[in-house]
């Protein structure tokens, strides 16, 4: 995934897990965005949207940044909750 920006990552991490058409009550579209928004809002990525996420090949976003479009990917899709990553951050 390093050819795809910050947005196209956390984009495609939402639509992955948007609820089915009983579950939302926002149009698909909204409800991806607005998770992808809060996530990038909260983890500090709203201004690498249109940056590259890289690899060690591909300028893009730096060390930190990257980490934390994979948290959000986690976040996004379940595998992490926040309350675990939360806990998890402060014992370090």
Same mark, same amino acid.
């Given at each position: 995934?390093?050819?795809?920006?910050?947005?196209?990552?956390?984009?495609?991490?939402?639509?992955?897990?948007?609820?089915? @058409?009983? !579950?939302?009550?926002?149009? +698909?579209?909204?409800?991806?965005?607005? #998770?992808?928004? /809060?996530?990038?809002?909260? %983890?500090?990525?709203?201004?690498?949207?249109?940056? @590259?996420? !890289?690899?060690?090949?591909? +300028?893009?976003?730096?060390?930190?940044? #990257?980490?934390? /479009?994979?948290?959000?990917? %986690?976040?996004?899709?379940?595998?992490?909750?926040?309350?675990?990553?939360?806990?998890?951050?402060?014992?370090?």
């Amino acid at each position: 995934m390093p050819f795809l920006t910050v947005n196209q990552t956390l984009t495609f991490a939402a639509a992955t897990r948007a609820p089915a @058409k009983d !579950g939302r009550i926002k149009s +698909r579209k909204e409800t991806v965005e607005g #998770r992808r928004d /809060v996530l990038a809002s909260l %983890l500090g990525l709203k201004h690498t949207y249109n940056t @590259k996420v !890289g690899n060690d090949f591909v +300028r893009g976003v730096s060390g930190g940044e #990257r980490k934390r /479009v994979s948290i959000a990917e %986690l976040l996004t899709t379940g595998t992490l909750s926040f309350s675990s990553f939360c806990l998890t951050q402060t014992f370090h």
